[in-house]
């Protein structure tokens, strides 16, 4: 049974920082790209930031260039998002994606909530 597992959400106050985790199960991590994306309430789901299966390749969204970074750890099958210089547009609902290239197959978790509020 795959499972993703987000965690690392909470309050914080513009211009603070958050790292979310997304721990993977069931899975061969290594075979996945993985992406954060978020959606904030009356927005659709947009892609935040992605990494390849490798780690090699990065991509974001323009919104968050230089204030957020998204790693990925093997030995715990596990992705981050580190998110600095927080803004109150950032409060969303952020989602962890697994998605293998080669079978197209992908697996979402359940979400976190991120609040970035004075």
């Known amino acids: 049974q795959v499972q993703l597992v987000e965690s690392g959400g909470g309050l914080v106050q513009p211009g603070g920082s958050l790292r979310l985790s997304c721990a993977t199960s069931?899975?061969?991590?290594?075979?996945?790209?993985m992406s954060w994306y978020r959606q904030a309430p009356g927005k659709e789901r947009e892609l935040v930031a992605g990494?390849?299966?490798?780690?090699?390749?990065?991509n974001y969204a323009d919104s968050v260039k230089g204030r957020f970074t998204i790693s990925r750890d093997e030995a715990k099958n596990t992705v981050y998002l580190q998110m600095n210089s927080l803004k109150p547009e950032d409060t969303a609902v952020y989602f962890c994606?697994?998605?293998?290239?080669?079978?197209?197959?992908?697996?979402w978790g359940q979400g976190t909530q991120v609040i970035v509020s004075s």
């Open positions: 994606k697994a998605h293998w290239p080669i079978t197209g197959r992908v697996y």
């Open positions: 069931g899975l061969t991590f290594s075979l996945y790209a």
């Open positions: 990494i390849s299966s490798t780690g090699g390749s990065t």
